[in-house]
């Protein structure tokens, strides 16, 4: 049994005469890879789900012994995501031990093993995708629409975590009271947002705050609260501890 783990070499996973089975955070055949949690969020799923297949050559491409779907609501981060998994995969897991202790060697034929290469033909396209996140692909584009933001901070909460800099000088700051500058640049990480949707005239991306309760970003579509972050050598906190101690005046960039 492989969970969260690297690729096994054959010579490994080919040693045992039921087979090698791994469990894997997705709706197998779509979401292969190293993170199948952070890509469904960040793409906007409602729905997740964990599957257990026996490990071939090919990563994530075995054949699926059994899968248990689980919704994913429009505030769960991929934490909370991966939580609700651990715990339903669990249960799979054993589920499918029970199976595998059942039928044997007749196990790798039953019917009831679905071929993912059978499902993708049913389906008509290629599977999605979920391939490692590295630091450089954290950055948040602040350009994008309101929905496909908040999904992408979401997804990436609380690791690896959205990043971006809060910059000072920028004309397209607006403090909401006083249009004072702090005189430097901050790096976060941004941990959860809250969605404003509606129009308005603010330039995107600007920061708009009264530097005491509230932090927003204007966004194509809305504006993005931004209700916890992270600066380095900090601990994550809310909003409003981290402005009680800082006077922010700048740029999302």
């Not at 789900?49 to 779907?69: A, L």
């Amino acid at each position: 049994m492989v969970v969260a783990f690297r690729m096994l070499p054959e010579v490994v996973f080919a040693m045992p005469p039921l087979g090698t089975i791994n469990l894997h955070a997705s709706l197998l055949p779509d979401y292969r890879g190293a993170a199948p949690i952070n890509h469904a969020i960040i793409n906007g799923e409602t729905l997740s789900g964990i599957s257990t297949f026996f490990i071939e050559k090919e990563i994530d491409t075995g054949k699926i012994i059994m899968q248990e779907k689980v919704g994913i609501s429009d505030n769960m981060d991929a934490g909370m995501l991966h939580d609700k998994l651990m715990e339903k995969g669990s249960e799979l897991l054993v589920q499918t031990i029970r199976k595998i202790e059942k039928y044997g060697p007749d196990i790798k034929t039953h019917p009831d093993l679905l071929n993912q290469a059978e499902l993708l033909d049913r389906l008509g396209r290629a599977p999605k995708i979920a391939p490692k996140i590295f630091p450089e692909d954290c950055e948040i584009d602040w350009t994008d629409s309101i929905e496909n933001t908040f999904n992408f901070i979401r997804g990436l909460s609380p690791f690896p975590g959205a990043r971006t800099k809060i910059k000072d000088g920028s004309e397209n700051l607006t403090d909401d009271k006083t249009g004072n500058s702090s005189g430097k640049e901050i790096s976060v990480k941004i941990f959860s947002t809250k969605k404003e949707s509606g129009k308005h005239k603010a330039p995107v991306p600007s920061l708009h705050t009264d530097n005491k309760t509230y932090l927003k970003v204007a966004v194509n579509g809305g504006f993005l609260h931004i209700k916890e972050l992270q600066v380095p050598g900090k601990k994550r906190m809310a909003i409003e501890d981290f402005l009680r101690g800082n006077s922010v005046s700048g740029w999302m960039h």
